[in-house]
C-alpha cells in the first residue's frame, strides 16, 4: 500500500530551469565573465547534477584552459558565482517569476489530506527550496511535508540514490511503500537505484530524455489525483520481475 510521495523540486514542482538559466547568466555578469548560457547549452549542462557541479564542468571542459585571474582559486570562484546566482534566482521567484507545475499543488494537498507522508529529495539548495515554496504555498509550507531531503544534506548529486536513500530512511518507510516524482533521467536512475516506482513528469529541458524504467511519464500532474497514483502504483507492485 502507498504510504509516501516523495517529490523532486527542480523541473518537477516548478518549471524553474528557464529562472535558473536567468539567473546564472546575471551571476556570469555580475562577475565580470563573458559567459552567457543559451537554452541549448542549458539544456545539456543539466545533464550535469548541482548548480557549483554544473558552473566547474562548463569552466573545466567548454571553457577548458580559462585562467583564473582573480587569483582566488577555482572553487573560491565557483562557490562565490553560485552565490551571486542562488540570489538572482531567489529574486526572481520572490518577484513572482516561478510557479508551480499544473496539478502539483492539488496532489499535495489531496495527499496530505489522506495521511499519506511527503517528502522532498531534491539535491538543491535549501535556499532555493525555500523561496519556491514559500511563495508557493505560503510561510507554512514546511508543515506538508514530513521529511525535506536537499544538497546541504545528501551532497552526491543524482543520479546517485544518496538522497532517496537518506529520504527513506528518516520517513522510516520501504521503498515498496513509496513513489518518486521526477522529471529527469538522473533523478529516475537516483529513485529507481534506491528500489522506488518512479512517476515522470516530463517538461522541455529533459523531454528528451531516456525514461525507461519510470512507471508513467506524463506532461504535468494536472488531473491526477491520489486515485490514479494508489492505481499506478500497485499495478507496479504487482508487475511480473
Known amino acids: ?37 543559451d537554452e541549448p547549452l542549458y539544456t545539456k549542462l543539466l545533464e550535469v547534477s548541482g548548480g557549483k557541479e554544473r558552473i ?44 508551480l507545475r499544473p496539478g502539483v499543488l492539488r496532489l499535495i494537498e489531496s495527499a496530505h489530506q489522506q495521511g499519506w507522508a511527503l517528502a522532498i529529495a531534491t539535491t538543491t539548495s535549501p535556499v532555493n527550496i525555500a523561496a519556491l515554496l514559500r ?18 544534506t545528501a551532497p552526491l548529486k543524482k543520479p546517485h ?38 512517476l515522470i513528469t516530463r517538461n522541455r529541458f529533459t523531454e528528451h530524455h531516456d525514461f525507461r524504467g519510470a512507471l508513467r511519464v506524463l506532461p504535468n500532474l494536472s488531473g491526477v489525483t491520489t486515485a490514479h497514483i494508489s492505481a499506478w502504483h500497485a499495478s507496479a507492485s504487482t508487475a511480473p520481475t
Open 1 to 37: 500500500m502507498l504510504q509516501a510521495l516523495l517529490f523532486d523540486v527542480d523541473g518537477t514542482l516548478a518549471d524553474t530551469e528557464a529562472a535558473h538559466l536567468a539567473a546564472f547568466n546575471e551571476a556570469f555578469a555580475q562577475e565580470g565573465l563573458d559567459w552567457v548560457w
Open 161 to 198: 540514490p544518496q538522497v532517496y536513500r537518506q529520504t527513506l530512511q528518516r520517513l522510516g518507510l520501504p521503498a515498496a511503500a513509496c513513489l518518486a516524482v521526477e522529471d529527469s533521467a538522473n533523478g529516475l536512475q537516483a529513485a529507481r537505484a534506491a528500489g522506488l516506482a518512479t
Open 135 to 152: 511563495k508557493a504555498i505560503g510561510a507554512d509550507w514546511r508543515g506538508y511535508f514530513a521529511v525535506v531531503e536537499d544538497a546541504s
Open 56 to 99: 566547474a564542468h562548463y569552466w573545466k571542459t567548454v571553457r577548458n584552459g580559462l585562467v583564473d585571474v582573480s587569483g582566488d582559486g577555482l572553487q573560491d570562484t565557483i562557490a562565490r558565482l553560485h552565490a551571486r546566482k542562488t540570489a538572482a534566482y531567489e529574486a526572481r521567484v520572490n518577484a513572482g517569476g516561478v510557479a
